[in-house]
């Protein structure tokens, strides 16, 4: 059971938490030495100063660590491996380098096919209808290997694109990670728990060194990294665990980065522009300009991310009434902050007329 190995996961979330935190300081003088540094360099970016990058090093030397000390390294742990090497690698070389997102996304491809290469795909999806029509599992054929494919490549994005304010991206992925952790425990994953385990302490590890005001920033290296474990463990530990709502907690769970994401580029598309151009509205932003200062901010979506988490718990245990009333707070949450912060910049935009 894995009640009796608790103390494996509790040692790989505090082995994964010591090595980052402790790796952190390391980086930070590598990134200045090797020139992987941010710029200020347009609108979009609250920081005011060169800040040094790749702090994701750090969180990947903790993570990798811990997994290979107390993981059983089995064929779906192996490509994992791997495509975490490749897209850290892959991050790495765009902190440096600023590589173009054309080979950014070739990069995310390779690393996502090793993973369902060594075995981790979305083979079946669960049918929310089955007791008015249809089989409560759809196979999905031909069609596992492009959406496991999107899924992956999708996350990964979608972790990166928030990761805008300090702190951001990491808090919510390891807020994220507790989440998952805590729903393997409840279905007896000695393995993924370790993983998500090591994943969550090497996140806290390294936030203390990121949170606002920061002293280095994770970069791609480390926004890329996050993504793509939460994507492909989300995969190995939960759709295929549950029965009818499988669907619905991986994307609770991850719910903050999806949902950014997906307005994102409606938003694009709406206006004409590439869905891969960056502008100046998600929500973080969104938040900035209306008032909030950047501790603020991040504490709002802190917040959102942990009753997103929450309700995925519920959702798990199979209490669906109060699972639709814990999803309708959260989504009137946001309805509320979203409609508040467009009164703000409507106000703003007749305050700079008149």
């Not at 390294?206 to 005001?213: G, R, S, W």
């Not at 499988?246 to 409606?266: H, K, Q, R, V």
């Not at 960056?278 to 942990?306: E, K, W």
């Not at 309700?311 to 009434?321: E, F, N, P, R, Y």
Request: glycine share 8%; proline share 4%.
């Amino acid at each position: 059971m894995l009640t009796g190995n608790i103390l494996y996961i509790v040692m790989a979330l505090i082995v994964a938490f010591l090595l980052s935190f402790s790796a952190t300081p390391g980086v930070i003088s590598l990134a200045k030495k090797i020139g992987a540094v941010d710029e200020p360099k347009d609108e979009r970016r609250v920081h005011k100063k060169a800040m040094p990058l790749i702090g994701g090093l750090a969180i990947f030397y903790g993570f990798i660590i811990s997994v290979l000390c107390f993981a059983v390294i089995d064929e779906q742990i192996m490509g994992l491996l791997i495509g975490s090497v490749i897209i850290v690698t892959a991050g790495v070389i765009d902190d440096m380098k600023d590589m173009p997102a054309k080979i950014k996304l070739v990069f995310q491809l390779i690393a996502a096919s090793v993973v369902i290469f060594f075995g981790v795909d979305i083979n079946h999806i669960a049918n929310p209808f089955y007791k008015f029509f249809g089989p409560m599992y759809i196979p999905l054929g031909y069609w596992s290997i492009p959406v496991t494919l999107v899924w992956i490549v999708g996350v990964t994005n979608a972790v990166n694109l928030i990761d805008g304010l300090d702190g951001l991206a990491v808090g919510v992925s390891s807020i994220a990670s507790v989440s998952l952790l805590a729903l393997t425990v409840l279905t007896d994953n000695l393995n993924v728990a370790i993983i998500m385990a090591a994943l969550a302490g090497a996140g806290f590890g390294f936030l203390p060194y990121n949170f606002n005001p920061a002293k280095i920033f994770m970069g791609d290296t480390g926004s890329m990294f996050l993504g793509f474990i939460l994507a492909s463990v989300s995969i190995m530990g939960l759709t295929k665990m549950y029965t009818i709502i499988s669907f619905a907690i991986p994307i609770l769970i991850l719910g903050l980065p999806i949902f950014d994401t997906a307005f994102a580029i409606l938003r694009r598309v709406a206006k004409g522009k590439p869905i891969m151009s960056p502008d100046r509205g998600h929500l973080h932003h969104r938040l900035l300009d209306a008032g909030f200062s950047q501790r603020q901010a991040v504490a709002i979506l802190y917040t959102m991310t942990a009753l997103l988490c929450m309700t995925a718990l519920v959702v798990s245990m199979k209490d669906i009434a109060r699972a639709v009333l814990l999803v309708a707070s959260v989504i009137g949450i946001v309805v509320l902050t979203l409609a508040v912060l467009d009164r703000g910049e409507k106000g703003d935009k007749k305050d700079d007329k008149n």
